[in-house]
């Protein structure tokens, strides 16, 4: 079965052409990253703009590339939650005009579920029942994926992102956007040691986070160092900020596996990417003996691949939308 994928969620507009959930015919996407990093962070009417100028030529090119046309096509899928509404916009108006043209059936699919989903491709032997980690620069979440398309939150943040605070951080020590990127790239030549940050923690939930108190320490340190005229080892810093975030999403993450009796451990999402969690988690699921997947660093960003690889799933599920499917810049992946 082989379904069309459309992706527009928030910077990059995509398309792909994936077969059974597993198998990746083609895959294009067009960023906007350039653009927005000239004002620090993504700008929602741009980014819509540019969407809408993108997506046909990005969904012609996915087809070109697979050496197919609509009528070889079953589904098509599209990104409709969560994520700038515009954005969102963009490629639901477009998949709802294409299935009406079609009449190919239209998959309405989650985007952390997507992320989650880039697994299936990376590893094709995974399956669920399995916990996964999902990081973001919006989200930061651990998941019970008890199936497909069953899935349970067991922690999430209680303010900031994972990927938020990496890039508020990278900005504050004049990095451009994506920061986070370049903060992982510092922070190996750097000292994780160097300075000492708090591991903030959630009173009434274990397996919650909270990365807003961390940021802002991070970012005080700065700001106090540069009053002073005191010139900071920016690889130090980078190297104990990662350290410190890594360090709360892993203990959080091994709680709630001990605590759920999982030994499948995942990670999904931008922040899957980050050179140090993925290090440290295979590391420390190797000595506890448990299985680890993650996907492969191409498909950690926002891509249309794992949307056609979570299409499949939610359309063998019965998920297919009429043509009053709408966006939602917000909403549980429950």
């Known amino acids: 079965m082989k379904i069309l994928a459309i992706e527009s969620s928030c910077d990059e507009t995509a398309a792909a052409v994936v077969q059974d959930g597993r198998e990746v015919i083609s895959s294009v996407v067009a960023s906007q990253v350039e653009e927005h990093k000239l004002y620090g962070g993504v700008v929602p009417e741009i980014a819509s703009r540019r969407h809408a100028e993108a997506i046909v030529p990005v969904v012609q090119q996915a087809l070109d590339d697979a050496g197919l046309s ?54 094709p032997d995974l399956k669920p029942p399995f916990l996964c980690l999902v990081v973001s620069g919006g989200h930061s ?77 991070v ?7 540069q009053q002073k005229g005191i010139e900071l080892n920016k690889a130090d810093v980078c190297a104990s900020f990662r350290y410190a975030v890594v360090d709360c999403l892993t203990t959080n993450f091994f709680k709630a596996a001990q605590d759920y009796g999982e030994t499948r451990l995942v990670i999904a999402g931008g922040v899957s990417a980050n050179s140090l969690l993925r290090k440290t988690l295979s590391e420390e699921c190797k000595n506890r003996g448990y299985e680890f997947y993650m996907p492969d660093k191409s498909l950690c960003g926002d891509n249309a691949a794992m949307v056609g690889s979570q299409g499949y799933y939610e359309y063998l599920s019965g998920n297919i939308a009429d043509l009053s499917l709408n966006a939602y810049a917000t909403m549980s992946i429950e």
């Open 70 to 123: 609509l009528d070889n096509i079953n589904a098509a899928a599209v990104t409709y939650a969560p994520g700038l509404i515009g954005a969102l916009l963009v490629g639901v108006n477009f998949a709802k005009g294409l299935s009406l043209s079609s009449g190919i059936p239209l998959v309405p699919t989650h985007h952390l579920r997507s992320h989650i989903a880039s697994n299936y491709i990376s590893n």
């Open 141 to 217: 979440h651990i998941v019970k994926v008890e199936d497909y398309t069953k899935m349970k939150i067991i922690g999430r943040t209680r303010d900031d992102a994972a990927g938020e605070a990496f890039d508020k951080a990278a900005r504050t020590m004049g990095m451009s956007y994506p920061g986070g990127i370049e903060l992982d790239k510092t922070a190996e030549d750097g000292n994780p040691l160097a300075f000492k940050l708090p591991r903030p923690v959630v009173h009434d939930s274990e397996y919650d986070f909270s990365f807003s108190g961390l940021k802002t320490a």
């Open 219 to 225: 970012i005080n340190l700065i700001h106090n160092s």
